[in-house]
């Protein structure tokens, strides 16, 4: 089970830490990740990977999130700086599964979300 919580309403510019408990496997076994979906998109890969280094979405990503885990803890966290509107979305961790040969992340265990708001 994975459970998220840290998620809310902030100003543009602004800065959040996402949490992810997790629960039943321990992560130090597993491909760790977050995606999210915003209103009316797809779900979006922003990075995932066993440890550092942390394979992102993209540069701009990269520049303003970072993934972290604690692995005696079994949390899993997403540091999110300079938010922005378009940010605003529904953010998930994942773990498990693989990192298909595309390089895309297919996780086996989801969370239920959290849901992040960035205000203009």
């Known amino acids: 089970q994975l459970v998220e919580s840290g998620g809310g309403l902030v100003q543009a510019g602004g800065s959040l830490i996402l949490s992810c408990a997790a629960s039943?496997?321990?992560?130090?076994?597993?491909?760790v990740g977050w995606f999210r979906r915003a209103p009316g998109k797809e779900r979006e890969f922003i990075g995932a990977g066993w440890s550092v280094p942390w394979t992102y979405a993209s540069e701009s990503i990269k520049g303003r999130f970072a993934i972290s885990k604690d692995s005696a803890k079994n949390m899993i966290y997403l540091q999110m700086n300079g938010l922005e509107p378009a940010d605003t979305a529904v953010y998930y961790c994942a773990t498990g599964g693989k990192f298909e040969s595309g390089g895309e992340y297919r996780p086996n265990y989801w969370g239920r979300g959290t849901q992040v708001t960035v205000s203009s």
């Open positions: 039943g496997h321990s992560i130090n076994s597993y491909i």
